[in-house]
């Protein structure tokens, strides 16, 4: 039986600090270290947009992070869109924890099957309260709330309407504005 050698996040910081993981786009999942895709001209496009549409709807209510880390017990992922508590100068020192994330967005051109399974898995076992997936290609969101164990106790998929952030109750997300620059 083969045994994968796992990393902590302090071992993860060590070997970027030491540069052994320059020049390669990466992130910490669950103790591995694992290749990120490179990003199509659409998912940077979306991940542009939204994090601009969020921005005007936020205002000075959450700091949006994009395609930065975040860092959780045994992962540091780096979500496409990351909603956090302000102020943003807690994020100097350290990376977001999940008792700092308001909700999550992954844009799944190429990843949608890693986004819903280890991606889901390792956000629900963190604890985050709310996570998005922008659906690329079937132009819909999946909405994941209320962690519990490695899964979502709730799934919900838009194709249209507004989304009501668990943490922001009065702003209203426009489904079609992730597809569309209206």
């Known amino acids: 039986m083969k045994t994968l050698l796992k990393w902590t996040v302090a071992e993860y910081h060590h070997l970027i600090n030491t540069g052994i993981l320059i020049n390669r786009q990466t992130e910490l999942l669950h103790g591995e270290i694992v290749e990120m895709s490179p990003e199509s001209p659409i998912h940077t496009h979306i991940t542009e947009t939204t994090v ?39 994020y100097r020192q350290r990376h977001p924890y999940p008792e700092d994330i308001f909700w999550l967005i992954e844009v799944a051109n190429t990843t949608l099957a890693y986004d819903l399974g280890e991606k889901k898995q390792a956000y629900a076992q963190a604890g985050i309260l ?36 668990l943490a922001f109750p009065d702003i209203s997300v426009s489904v079609s504005r992730f597809f569309t620059e209206n």
């Open 52 to 90: 601009e549409y969020l921005r005007s709807l936020l205002k000075s209510s959450a700091y949006i992070r994009e395609a930065h880390p975040i860092t959780l017990s045994n992962s540091e992922p780096q979500p496409d869109i990351a909603i956090v508590r302000l102020p943003r100068n807690n």
């Open 130 to 165: 709310e996570y998005w997936v922008v659906d690329v290609e079937n132009q819909q969101i999946y909405v994941f709330r209320h962690p519990k164990t490695d899964n979502y106790e709730s799934e919900v998929i838009f194709r249209q309407g507004k989304i009501n952030p």
